[in-house]
């Protein structure tokens, strides 16, 4: 052993976290006939010292992650107002119930149900079911939570808002290398699926209200710009994210430039003026950038351990 | 060689098929400034007399896969009526244009595009967004031809409609044996991801119109059903949907039983009336089942090939 | 009611067949130091007079899928010899147990597992851990039996076994049209992944030493074969099996063709004598065929149900 | 416009990168009869300042992600000795062949090929066919380079080396707390899929000689360890790494715990001592930390947009 360590030095435990991930869940909220109902993934992540649990396998400090999962369930029997708060709830619980987790991190998603539309009378409220649904929507809304003792960080998000334009979209005034075959182009489809985080500077908000609004924001102004890039589109959304809601620091994007080729229909002897497009599965381009608002001050530890930029 | 075959029979190719999988395009109808696109996964795939292709790499007859690909990429630029006409004219194109293809099949699957509402005015209708689209539904819309010669056979269907009842649902009266752990419930949650495909006797339809009517009525009456089993949900659904559709022969349907089973707060000493379900992944229950017209004479050629039940 | 089946007919089940799917396990065989480990993933599915459960939601002769899961684990228990066997064993059950259960389908999935070579002594045999484990191997193997009432048929088979040759593959001589761009090439990459199901006409064999031996034979004969289509090193890979194996009665096969496109290097001023390939997604070739032996009886049965050609 | 900045404080850009993601290549080198093929996908993102790219959609700084991805294309052409060595290869071009790009993000992902074994004499050498092959491993080998002006920083790494114990693993002594079910244990299955990623202090080694030993060592210290807590297993395959190699810094895990739940055979009269085993999907325990060399600086900034721990 001394000589191993004279060789290679002292070994010792970094940073690390443990805990349960996806811990998948429905809440039905029957207390009326018109039942509501929340489907969400949790996962629970634990800081703190867990030195020995590392180096000689004691357990004395590991919080179970079965307990973990255990504890999920039940709290949301409470009800789930939000996933943010859902996920503020779990870091409380966690950090004030044993001395020595100091922090750690809540990732909560959360997947859209519609009531059905029926047509008949019998438990359905103007015009839909009381307790039949479909599933809704295309993106995953997600939220995370990072607590290091009392400071909470929250961070909001959505997953794969697939969105696209027909037209309005150019790339052209690029500069050209040995390698460079791509054409300039004045229309083509732009497409892409967005995903987003936005830090909040309070958690004095209405989650749901502020979300749905970013979503309808985000989605609004990709529509509205005449592109020139997906830069520029990515940067005209934050924009309008972040002048939307002062509560708002900063939000980051990963935003893959999903390609739709125009087929080539010459050797047929046809046009295709922008009609019929080739989609592309890979490679992709990808697009990731923050936009924030300037003098607010940078939280590295509300982004510590997000995969790369969202 | 004359060794072998004296021990081993001679070998013969059986049935046989091929073809290219999955071209994936983007048609836009940009003739009006309200843009309308259509975004298709297509699969053709030939048969007729492949023999020496097989058996000595003679390629004399091998329409090439790339050209099958370019040919549907050609065909959506006179525009996608439904994917069920378009197939139809894949069907046509192919058997007509090569003596020796006797038939085929062809697979079309359609995606689901929304405008993007817009509180704007510039390239905004009906506020909506005129060429700026957001992915919508869930499901997948399909549609299979099979062609033998001049006979078409067309199936329409649906893949992976999520749907749940978050009460209305029971299970008991099962038989039990040494295995049996499941215990009756008379409230549960029922859960599917719906697909089915269904066989038309016609042409002569309007395929876009049957299709949306079809998908209503299987939401409709997987709502209203009072469920003593998923396999009654099954039949329910498809008899609504013959009803209301003299043009569909028959109907099959793969279901899988999507488990939320119920968290035990009993450890706890909390009680969960129904609120909070644990949603499983692996296994699932999977009901699988016709439901047809009486009289209507079987197809098998139009279910030939059709992966399981759908 | 007697309206609408005045106008619609009748509406009447058809075939259907339940049960549950994927009920992954993992059995040790610990009897010895060395232990023995076998994963499968089982899907069981039973067939007979299920009317009244879809027609009124009678359970009476429904066996609970959860039943069906736990006699999936409780059979485990006494050993697995081989995929095949505990397939047959499984439809044995069910048929004798319950009068009014017919036939039906059972599935099951096997993965390959390795002991993990270590160089020290404890725990130790030949070199490799007696009880640690690394994941092998990239295909699956595969059994599906289906019974009917005392038939049973047993197709064994696997899936997703990835092969490429670098050269000794062509492509010419293909027919042209309008549409046609391939161009031919007497030196390609062909790549593929083998999906493939072989029928038995008898159980009286060792089910592991022949799934052993085929597996080998069709990676040979794919190796050794100057390939002028994949249609013709399908063919030379079916007819490989069915030379080496009396008791195979056919053999089907999905291989689809995974393109590997030469990069041009023409714009950079450079070459690329097939050194460079860029590896597609989709669309891809899709070859599906059967090898038989002639003059065995055809048995549709064994292949109900069976997705496609595989 | 000013209205909106007096309310939002002037919004800029942040932190951003860009390029092609997931360009697919296979390398033939076929100068001697043995081919070697290897196959990569090769993610390329640029840093540096874009800011008028995003902010007015001015693309002339904007090397496009299409010349990003040929430009892998045509480097491929010279060999591929090693991902790492590639990946500092581009980064070298990048950066010096425009002022602007101050640094990036290069990933590289290797999947494994083998000869296929052949009993004939022909194209095969010592008993394996020299240009067929066959895909092998289950693990994909990763190297991230990250460039920021002269300072470049290695990470090797490896995802999904999914390994298992069928004894030799406790887990018990962990705090209890009202909402704690799990019963502790003396003998469990351990399963995980190991994603580790390492930092190289040096770039003048044999980078794939020194990634066969590390996986040896994973594998063996995975194997050897009677494990208390997949933690432990954990810091002691970390350990075992930085023993064997000095020039690695430290190592980071995510290690997923795939439960298999020993399946109670009570109700069936049957005892099941530790063999037979449920697999979960999900939740599952996710343990996450860095070993790591004392008084060897940190380098925050080779783990930059590194997803999580890995």
């Known amino acids: ?7 290679t030095g002292t070994i010792v435990l970094g940073e690390n976290q443990y805990g349960k991930a996806e811990v998948r869940l429905m809440k039905v909220d029957r207390d009326q006939p018109r039942h509501r109902i929340t489907e969400l993934s949790v996962t629970s992540q634990l800081r703190g010292d867990f030195t020995e649990a590392h180096t000689v396998g004691d357990q004395g400090r590991v919080v179970p992650t079965d307990t973990q999962k255990n504890t999920v369930f039940a709290f949301a029997k409470d009800g789930i ?5 859902f996920a503020i709830r779990l870091s409380e619980h966690f950090t004030s119930s044993f001395d020595w987790v100091a922090g750690g991190r809540w990732e909560v998603k959360e997947y859209t ?4 539309p029926s047509s008949l009378t019998n438990n359905v409220t103007d015009g839909e079911h009381d307790h039949a649904f479909v599933k809704g929507g295309t993106e995953t809304r997600t939220a995370l939570v990072q607590r290091y003792g009392d400071e909470v960080f929250v961070l909001a998000g959505l997953e794969d808002l697939r969105v696209l334009k027909s037209t309005g979209s150019e790339f052209h005034g690029f500069p050209k290398d040995r390698f460079t075959t791509l054409q300039e182009t004045t229309d083509r489809i732009l497409a892409t ?9 309070t958690t004095d908000i209405d989650f749901n209200v502020v979300y749905d609004d970013v979503r309808r924001v985000l989605l609004e102004s990709f529509a509205d710009l005449h592109s020139l890039a997906l830069q520029q589109t990515l940067f005209h ?3 309008a994210a ?3 809601h002062p509560e708002i620091a900063e939000i980051r994007f990963s935003m893959p430039n999903l390609h739709h080729f125009l087929v080539d229909f010459t050797p047929f002897g046809m046009e295709n003026p922008n009609e019929v497009f080739y989609i592309a599965d890979r490679p992709y381009g990808k697009i990731e950038a923050e936009v924030r608002r300037e003098g607010v001050a ?6 510590n351990t997000v995969p790369g930029f969202c």
Chains 1, 2, 3, 4 share one sequence.
């Open 298 to 303: 940078a939280e590295p530890r509300a982004w």
């Open 242 to 244: 972040l002048e939307a």
């Open 193 to 201: 699926s967005v995903t987003a985080r936005w830090r909040y500077t």
């Open 113 to 116: 149900w519609e009531h059905i």
């Open 1 to 7: 052993m001394t000589a191993t360590s004279e060789r």
């Open 237 to 239: 959304m934050g924009k």
């Open 81 to 85: 107002s939000s996933p943010e708060e």
